[in-house]
Every structure is written in structure tokens, then in C-alpha cells.
């Protein structure tokens, strides 16, 4: 089965730096990579996913690149804020529907301002 | 805007009782996702429903754990009994189908369950 891994496992940043969470992945048949965004005591929520025909996607001050050679995907938030603050988890999964996800670990993203 | 919705969001129990988790996804979403989050963790699969059908249960400890999803719309997750392991996050998540493509899941705020 797929497996995510997941670094660092903790960043801190100054506000206005930019963050860079790296992940690998072992399934070459993965080809979607969503990155989800958790706040304390909240659920998941999506942010930005990606799928294996592009090579990198931006929403404003988030961007996700992907090397589907070397197996890994990467999230970029610059101009950080407090309330970037939150556990970033990425995932992956076939892109055919009858997969669920496989998340990695987890990264504390702590903002300080 | 539409979201899953979970209950209780809150369950503390002693070992060896009974608990049931609900979850109610977004109108339409033909897919249903149940897993658990050990605290520090991401969110591992227990099982996943596609209509009222099971398509995926192969990390369900079936011993203790059952899950149904009898007319495809709301589901419920039963442990029975409970173990001090199984304190966790049970979130429930919902996508909507998207012929042989994968679709956005998108989660509910999930039972907090501890076993005492």
C-alpha cells in the first residue's frame, strides 16, 4: 500500500517568511496529492490539491509542486501570517476514485509575529 | 455552505462498553469515509462506502469495529467493546462522484473519544 512521509514535523517561521512542507510518496500509481489544513480542534479542511499532469498549482500565497520522478510534493505558503498557524497534513491517492487517502504526519506550523 | 456533520462530538466511556458514532455527509456524496486520528497523527482509513456498499474495510478491526451505511446516506461506526487503544478523533469525510477520477473529501469535525 501507499506510504506518506512527512517533514519537518514541526516549523516555526517569522511573520512575512515563507514555509516549504516537504512529502514523499512510495505508490507510483498516485497521481492525486491534496494538502489539508487543521486547526486546533477543528477538522481537516482542504487548501490545495494537485493531480500528476501538472507539475505545480498556485492559490495566492499557496503553491503545491510535485515530482512525480522523485515521488514528492512540496507546499509553499509565503507572506506567512498568525493565522497560518495550524498542523498541514499532505496525502495522496490514486486518481480513479476507489482509493481512499493515505495523510502523512503532520506539520506544527507556528507563525510568529 | 454544506458540511458533514458528526455526532457526538464528545464520548468518554469506560473499556469493554458499547459506543456509536454518527455521521451525516454532504447532500449527494455518493462516497463516505470513516478513519481515525491518534492524537499527533494524520487521519488513518478504517472504511469506505461507496453508495450503501463497502469498498474498502481492510484496516477495520472487524473483531471490535462495525460500520453501515444501509440506504447510502448516513452512516454509523459501532465499537463494541471498547479498549483504552482506541481513544481517538473518528472523523468522518464525504466526496462526491466523479466518474474514474478522484474527488475532494471533505471532512466533519469528528467524534472526540476517550476510554477510560
Known amino acids: 500500500g501507499e506510504n506518506v512521509e512527512q517533514h519537518p514535523s514541526t516549523l516555526s517561521v517569522q511573520e512575512g517568511d515563507s514555509a516549504v512542507i516537504k512529502c514523499t510518496y512510495s505508490?507510483?500509481?498516485?497521481?492525486?496529492f491534496p494538502w489539508y489544513k487543521q486547526e486546533l480542534g477543528k477538522r481537516p479542511q482542504l487548501i490545495i490539491d494537485?493531480?500528476?499532469?501538472?507539475g505545480e498549482k498556485k492559490d495566492q500565497r499557496i503553491a503545491v509542486t510535485l515530482n512525480k520522478t522523485a515521488k514528492h510534493f512540496s507546499l509553499h505558503i509565503t507572506e506567512t501570517q498568525p493565522e497560518d498557524s495550524a498542523v498541514y497534513f499532505c496525502a495522496a491517492s490514486e486518481d480513479t476514485g476507489r482509493r481512499a487517502l493515505t495523510f502523512g504526519s503532520g506539520t506544527r506550523l507556528q507563525v510568529q509575529p | 455552505e454544506a458540511e458533514v456533520a458528526q455526532s457526538p462530538r464528545y464520548k468518554i466511556t469506560e473499556k469493554s462498553q458499547a459506543v456509536a458514532f454518527w455521521c451525516d455527509p454532504i447532500?449527494?456524496?455518493?462516497?463516505l469515509y470513516w478513519y481515525r486520528q491518534i492524537l499527533g497523527q494524520g487521519p488513518e482509513l478504517l472504511v469506505q462506502?461507496?453508495?450503501?456498499?463497502?469498498?474498502?474495510d481492510s484496516q477495520l478491526p472487524k473483531d471490535r469495529f462495525s460500520a453501515e451505511r444501509l440506504k447510502g446516506v448516513d452512516s454509523t461506526l459501532k465499537i463494541q467493546p471498547a479498549e483504552l487503544g482506541d481513544s481517538a478523533m473518528y472523523l468522518c469525510?464525504?466526496?462526491?462522484?466523479?466518474?474514474?477520477?478522484?474527488?475532494?473529501?471533505?471532512f466533519g469535525p469528528g467524534t472526540r473519544l476517550t476510554v477510560l
Open positions: 505508490d507510483s500509481a498516485s497521481n492525486y
Open positions: 494537485i493531480r500528476s499532469n501538472v
Open positions: 469525510a464525504s466526496s462526491p462522484r466523479v466518474p474514474s477520477r478522484v474527488s475532494p473529501q471533505y
Open positions: 447532500s449527494g456524496h455518493a462516497t
Open positions: 462506502f461507496q453508495d450503501e456498499s463497502v469498498v474498502d
